[in-house]
């Protein structure tokens, strides 16, 4: 009896700094955020409750809102393929073995190593449309490039262009999920005379289904909290030039939830975004955790 | 034995309050780099040396202006900040984030509220009483390359003065290379804002007596419709910011009026300072050239506002360093360390001869027309961004001036309500 309580007690003393930790700055805060989100709270005064008045304000008047969920969607619906797909990709090819793989796997890697700032701003002046690297590029093969971050129909596409430079991140989980395909499954389907193509896509794709998945959910995770990028971008030099521009089109669910919070001080506003991007997310990952059972194999 | 004990101990404790350890105030400051150099080695340091008693500790927080309202909320604020904008002093003070000065004023003998020019004096108070002080302000106005002038064939001493001379002078500063694409630019109307043009074309933007917000009158109307013409001239506002995301940081000698990109700008007094940093160019100063029934020489007025937070741990010692940076000595110091407007009309007059750039200031100032840089309302950021938003989609051509700024009246107007002050 003595002795398993003393265990109990070395238990909680061992977990303890996690358990404090949790319940003072995840789950707290979490409560307080949720309380928050039903009142009108500036930071300075005491909140005041107003029920549910920020969520109707939310999902009903504010055009703002709209336009944050639409260039988020655009971002998860479009560019989170393309950077899984430009992962996958990169991961594939330097799975190859060869005298230059690793110099190769760090060169691609590289990119993740930079700060996300430095990065953005690198990215303005490689897609600035008078100066930019890509323009003059495309200005040498004939093409007149697009306006890139001033042009809001090409100020997306800019930024997934950025992203798929540094993937490298999700293309070291996609390397180490194709370390595990077992050999024997290659050599057995080559007697069976597979090429490289085949082999790809009825071993290795299928046995990858789980890494992919993975990657996906914390892709989409991520993407829908999308922000030091564009925020860095369309603020450009200027700090008094507000984040989401041009036109509104860089003007994510994260940009907007934090001008909220902080330039506006609609602390309660921000907390209701909060919550609603929370159950999106959390609805979205339910949803491809159900799908998986259809395209994900656990079973090498 | 005991009695002298204790004697000891009261004359121990009599010299310790005599000697009293000097007070330390937190002071929090906008003003970075070189700038608060100079600012601590003249200003800071002399206000030391006269109240020993003082220890000033100064910290920039420029660029990272949220931390004062999460310092307030923490409970652990400076005790003295200037880096609070003019507009943002209603949003405060209604936040109940800043001291009400009242009482330390009445009692001052430096303060004087009749000194301060009356645009200044305004955005010092919310609701009648007094919240921050200004020790230094600044005007808006554009400069112009005498140069690029000469260069084109316009006259360098006879700057535009209606809106067509502007424009007609900006056509001819403008270049464009074989292909048709912008390589100068005579100057960017859009970039100095519906805010500064619709008050030219003499719009307001908020009806302090109705309490209500007058974005669509029609003056402001006119104002951006003769904005997007004029982006219109030079191919529409895609074409036109392009051309800016190449410009150089405005804080660098690439910083397009001195790297030769733009031949006119919109400025205020710290051209001067840019021009020992960055230039020199042969720059000349004109107001912003007003349309028929618009307002002649007008000015934004802006400034960083010296204030208490709430909660701060020494406000007399606060209130006695805020005395004495926004009285006439500090004003004139702090005048000439940065080479900005004294918002104290005493001063400017006296510095007139020294810093020819505030003789625009002295009189644009004195006009009733002259705005604060954005609504006296405590929802002053939240108008400025949605603003800049409608105005935007006139600019880009989505929406008609009218429609954009109907809707922009819309969108800001509900938020006033709302917010319920």
């Known amino acids: 009896m003595r002795r398993s309580l003393r265990k109990l007690a070395m238990g909680l003393f061992f977990v303890g700094p996690w358990v404090i930790g949790f319940l003072g700055f995840t789950l707290y805060p979490m409560v307080m955020s949720a309380y928050y989100s039903l009142t009108n709270y500036n930071l300075v005064n005491p909140p005041k409750y107003i029920g549910w008045n920020n969520y109707i304000r939310l999902l009903q008047m504010d055009p703002q809102f709209k336009t944050a969920i639409g260039n988020t969607m655009y971002m998860v619906l479009f560019g989170l393929p393309i950077w899984l797909f430009v992962a996958l990709v990169m991961a594939v090819l330097l799975n190859e073995k060869g ?105 290795t794709l299928p046995i990858l289904t789980p890494t992919i998945f993975f990657n996906l959910i914390m892709g989409m995770i991520s993407t829908f909290q999308y922000f030091t990028q564009a925020f860095v971008i369309s603020r450009g030099a200027g700090s008094n030039v507000p984040p989401g521009g041009p036109l509104g089109s860089t003007l994510f669910y994260a940009i907007y939830l934090y001008q909220n919070a902080f330039s506006y001080l609609r602390m309660g506003y921000a907390a209701a975004m909060a919550w609603l991007l929370f159950i999106v997310i959390l609805v979205s990952t339910l949803l491809l955790f159900r799908s998986s059972g259809k395209w994900v194999h656990y079973d090498t | 034995m005991k009695r002298t004990v204790l004697a000891f101990l009261l004359v121990l404790l009599v010299s310790a309050l005599a000697y009293a350890e000097p007070v330390t105030i937190e002071y929090w400051t906008g003003w970075g780099g070189e700038e608060l150099e100079d600012i601590q080695k003249y200003v800071i340091d002399e206000f030391m040396k006269e109240n020993p008693d003082i220890i000033v500790q100064t910290s920039t927080i420029f660029g990272s202006y949220d931390k004062l309202l999460t310092a307030i909320a923490a409970g652990t604020p400076p005790d003295v900040v200037s880096a609070v904008w003019e507009t943002q002093i209603p949003g405060l003070a209604e936040r109940g984030a800043l001291m009400n000065l009242d009482e330390f004023a009445a009692k001052s003998e430096l303060y004087d509220p009749d000194d301060f020019y009356p645009a200044n004096y305004r955005q010092s108070l919310y609701k009648g009483s007094l919240y921050g002080i200004p020790a230094t302000t600044n005007t808006s106005f554009i400069v112009y390359n005498k140069d690029l002038f000469r260069e084109v064939g316009l006259d360098p001493e006879n700057p535009p003065r209606t809106l067509d001379e502007l424009v007609h002078a900006a056509d001819l500063l403008t270049k464009r290379d074989e292909n048709g694409k912008i390589v100068r630019l005579g100057y960017d109307a859009a970039g100095s804002g519906l805010w500064v043009w619709g008050h030219v074309f003499g719009g307001k933007f908020f009806d302090e007596e109705n309490d209500v917000f007058t974005i669509n009158s029609p003056e402001n109307i006119k104002a951006l419709t003769w904005m997007v013409d004029y982006v219109n001239r030079y191919g529409g506002m895609q074409v036109v910011q392009e051309f800016i995301s190449g410009l150089g940081n405005y804080w660098s000698p690439q910083n397009p009026l001195f790297a030769g990109q733009v031949a006119m700008a919109g400025f205020g007094e710290w051209i001067v300072q840019f021009n020992e940093r960055y230039g020199p160019i042969d720059y000349g100063i004109m107001a912003f050239p007003a349309p028929e029934g618009g307002v002649q020489n007008f000015t934004t007025v802006g400034g960083s506002m010296f204030c208490i937070p709430t909660g701060a741990k020494h406000p007399e010692a606060a209130w006695r360093f805020i005395e004495y940076i926004t009285g006439p000595k500090g004003v004139e110091q702090m005048a000439r360390t940065l080479t900005n407007m004294p918002p104290r009309r005493s001063v400017a007059e006296k510095l007139v001869h020294d810093l020819p750039v505030i003789n625009f200031g002295l009189h644009a100032l004195e006009s009733p027309k002259a705005a604060s840089g954005g609504p006296l309302t405590p929802i002053d950021q939240f108008f400025l961004d949605t603003l800049g938003q409608y105005v935007d989609q006139a600019l880009y051509g989505q929406l008609s001036p009218e429609e954009a700024l109907n809707q922009a009246q819309q969108m800001v107007q509900f938020e006033y309500e709302m917010a319920a002050f």
Request: aromatic share 16%; no cysteine.
């Open chain 1, 99 to 203: 005298k230059l793989t690793t110099f190769f796997r760090t060169l691609f890697y590289l990119p993740s190593v930079v700060p996300t700032v430095a990065a953005s701003v690198l990215w303005m002046w490689v897609l600035n449309p008078q100066y930019g690297i890509v323009n003059t590029l495309l200005k040498s093969l004939g093409f007149s490039g697009p306006g890139w971050f001033t042009d809001p129909k090409w100020s997306k596409p800019g930024l997934i262009l950025m992203g798929a430079w540094a993937t490298g991140g999700t293309m070291i989980i996609f390397l180490a999920g194709l370390q595990n395909v077992p050999e024997a499954l290659y050599e057995s389907a080559e007697l069976d005379g597979a090429g490289w193509w085949r082999k790809l896509v009825h071993i």
